[in-house]
């Protein structure tokens, strides 16, 4: 699902910067990033539940979760540039 939001997220980006921005993109980016946050956190429910863990999955889970953050960040602080401008 990351790629399909950072995907969504930079056309909304680009669009922004033309001065034209697509609305459906950026709701697009966030039912993506909601959708991801979700199964994000059943996957960590399952895993707790019955007791599965591995580095791999943990190192990760990590990437994904600093990846998303950072993106969603990024998309913020565009967002309020566009204002200022």
């Given amino acids: 699902m990351i790629p399909a939001f950072v995907t969504m997220a930079i056309y909304y980006g680009e669009s922004i910067k033309r001065g034209d921005p697509l609305e459906w993109q950026r709701f697009t980016a966030i039912i993506i990033f909601i959708l991801a946050a979700v199964s994000d956190g059943l996957d960590g ?34 967002q309020l540039e566009s204002i200022r401008s």
Avoid: P
């Fill in 45 to 78: 429910y399952v895993a707790r539940r019955y007791n599965q863990r591995s580095r791999l999955g943990v190192y990760l889970d990590q990437c994904g979760q600093r990846f998303a953050f950072e993106r969603h960040r990024h998309i913020e602080y565009q």
